[in-house]
């Protein structure tokens, strides 16, 4: 009568942690008593990766650059220092607009831009828009109820539908667009990775377009209120160096007037129309393979143990 070895048993009834390390002979046990499970299991993972693949909507990066204006803030910043030098503030006039301008192009305000625009809106959210109906629905959806009926039983909150507004336009701006600096030669890139690329090329321009007029606006609004403010004081100081600081504060509130009042690119400028990748950025194929490998890997691992147990 053979004699039963303790170890084996041990192994079959055992875990593959086994003091809280993966037993390596444990696992080569396994692999090779069910190694066609685990091909088994890896091969249909990476098949389904491929037929992902290949179903998927390719997504192309839609890439602008822009760069600062630079007149203005170096014409205003210098003003500033003029005067804040004689208090002893420093100041610095390094672009402040665009500074302005790159961070607020996630914000609210370029939300608000992009609601105005009716058409732009339809567009981003095209599948929520109806054109026989002309209104905005919820898009029908077999997978949502089941989603939400396990959510709910799991304590997690839906938000309930609602037509794309500012939220869902802030959310689609800090989730697609891609700000991308260049630290050498100041120009800032704005991405937005789409499977529809002229509406991402839209997006970008409208944005542009948009956020620029809001500070041209704004400044032209505080220039106008500056410039009756320093008028009325240099009627009031006969100090000769206080006087000097503010005249050219003046001339540079003047300056900035008469370019907010312009035509032409306020804070930032556009290096030419926006490029589209010329192979796709999304889906990535060494990424849903990997997906593929190490998914199948682990699930072939439980399974195959599972088999192996219960022999």
Known sequence: ????????????????VQDGSIDTHTLSRILRAEAFTFIAVVFVCVALSVVYLHAATPKYAVRMEITSTSSSDQARGTGISALASI???NASGESPQFRLFVGSLRSPIAAEAIVSNQALLKAIFY??????????????SVVRPIRRAIGNLLGWKFATWAPPGVSRVYDYLNAELKIIPDAKSGVVTLEI?????????????????AMNERLREHDLEHSTTYISYLSKRLSEINVVEY?????????QEEKTRMQASSPLPYASDILG???ISSKPVAPVPLAAWGAGFVLGGVLGLW?????????
Request: hydrophobic share 35%.
């Open 127 to 140: 599948r929520e828009w109806s054109e026989s109906e002309g209104k905005w629905r919820e898009p029908p």
């Open 243 to 251: 006087r000097t600081a503010l005249i050219t504060n003046l001339a």
């Open 87 to 89: 208090a002893g503030i």
């Open 193 to 209: 990775d789409s499977d529809r690329t002229d509406v991402a090329e839209s997006v970008l321009l409208a944005l542009n377009t």
């Open 273 to 275: 129309k926006p490029m």
């Open 1 to 16: 009568m053979a004699q039963e070895i303790p170890g084996d048993n041990r192994v079959r009834r055992g875990s593959l």
């Open 303 to 311: 399974l195959a143990s599972l088999k192996y147990r219960r022999r």
